[in-house]
Nanobody
Framework: QVQLVESGGGLVQAGGSLKLSCAASGRTFSTGAMGWFRQAPGKEREFVGSIIWRGGITYSTDPADSLKGRFTISGDNAKNMVYLQMNSLKPEDTAVYFC?????????????WGQGTQVTVSS
C-alpha cells in the first residue's frame, strides 16, 4: 500500500521560509513523478510544482509559473522523498499543501495523495 506523508508545515510570518517534505512508502518512483498541490479555504486545488524521474534520474523539476523564483522543488529518488522549499512567503500562500505521486513520467493524473500539511502565513 502506497503512503505519502507530508511534514514541515506550520505558522510563519510573511517574508519567511518553510521547507516541506514528503516521504513515499510502499513502492518506488524511480520512473514517475511526485508533486505538490495546495488548497486554500474556499478555493480549488492548485498545482504548485513537480519533479519527474526517469530511471532514477531527475528529468525535470517544475514549479508553477506563478511561483517560480520563490518556490523550489527538489527530491531524492533513492529515498523516495520530495521537498518544497518556499521562500518570501505571502499570506496568500496560506493553504493545505498536499503531496502526490504517479507512476508515469508523462503528464497525467496523480495516482496517490497524502493527507496534507497546513501552511499559515501571517501578515
Amino acid at each position: 500500500q502506497v503512503q505519502l506523508v507530508e511534514s514541515g508545515g506550520g505558522l510563519v510570518q510573511a517574508g519567511g521560509s518553510l521547507k516541506l517534505s514528503c516521504a513515499a512508502s510502499g513502492r518506488t518512483f524511480s520512473t514517475g513523478a511526485m508533486g505538490w498541490f495546495r488548497q486554500a479555504p474556499g478555493k480549488e486545488r492548485e498545482f504548485v510544482g513537480s519533479i519527474i524521474w526517469r530511471g532514477g534520474i531527475t528529468y525535470s523539476t517544475d514549479p508553477a509559473d506563478s511561483l517560480k523564483g520563490r518556490f523550489t522543488i527538489s527530491g531524492d529518488n533513492a529515498k523516495n522523498m520530495v521537498y518544497l522549499q518556499m521562500n518570501s512567503l505571502k499570506p496568500e500562500d496560506t493553504a493545505v499543501y498536499f503531496c502526490a505521486a504517479r507512476t508515469s513520467w508523462r503528464i497525467g493524473p496523480y495516482d496517490y495523495w497524502g493527507q496534507g500539511t497546513q501552511v499559515t502565513v501571517s501578515s
